[in-house]
């Protein structure tokens, strides 16, 4: 089965967060300008796409807050994979934080959220929506 647009839109939003960051650092390390103008382009692209799922109603700092929510959840995944890689113990907890991170993204976006659940609940149910189900939250 195949993923949905948005599903696939989240993935790619986090990636440019992660260019974004690489960028700065390189052009810190370097002091080459290309590296901020790549570090631009990123961003333009992010803002752009991130307008067709990012929805603030409420008139708070909700895009940034999703922002930082995409951007701890991909480190909290890089982070298990290279614990996975030396079979570190804890790499699993790494990639279930990782979950529970993005899953106060689909909480945040669900109309009527119950309180008693956990993030990583709303993860599920934002996946399993996100790739043709039903019960979904975006």
Same mark, same amino acid.
């Given at each position: 089965?195949?993923?949905?647009?948005?599903?696939?839109?989240?993935? #790619?939003?986090?990636? /440019?967060?992660?260019?974004?960051?690489?960028?700065?650092?390189? *052009? $810190?390390? %370097? &002091?080459? @300008?290309?590296?901020?103008?790549?570090?631009?382009?990123?961003?333009?692209?992010?803002?752009?796409?991130?307008?067709?799922?990012?929805?603030?109603?409420?008139?708070?700092?909700?895009?940034?807050?999703?922002?930082?929510?995409?951007?701890?959840?991909?480190?909290?995944?890089?982070? #298990?994979?290279?614990? /996975?890689?030396?079979?570190?113990?804890?790499?699993?907890?790494? *990639? $279930?934080? %990782? &979950?529970? @991170?993005?899953?106060?993204?689909?909480?945040?976006?669900?109309?009527?959220?119950?309180?008693?659940?956990?993030?990583?609940?709303?993860?599920?149910?934002?996946?399993?929506?996100?790739?043709?189900?039903?019960?979904?939250?975006?």
């Amino acid at each position: 089965m195949d993923v949905s647009i948005e599903e696939d839109l989240i993935c #790619g939003i986090q990636d /440019l967060y992660q260019i974004e960051q690489h960028c700065y650092k390189s *052009f $810190l390390g %370097s &002091g080459n @300008i290309k590296w901020l103008k790549i570090l631009n382009k990123a961003r333009e692209i992010r803002v752009k796409w991130r307008e067709r799922i990012f929805k603030d109603e409420e008139n708070t700092e909700k895009w940034c807050t999703e922002g930082h929510i995409f951007s701890s959840s991909t480190r909290f995944r890089e982070v #298990g994979t290279k614990m /996975l890689s030396i079979e570190d113990p804890l790499s699993e907890e790494a *990639f $279930l934080d %990782s &979950g529970e @991170i993005l899953g106060m993204y689909y909480y945040l976006n669900e109309e009527n959220p119950q309180e008693k659940k956990s993030f990583f609940e709303y993860l599920k149910k934002g996946i399993k929506y996100l790739v043709g189900g039903k019960d979904g939250v975006v």
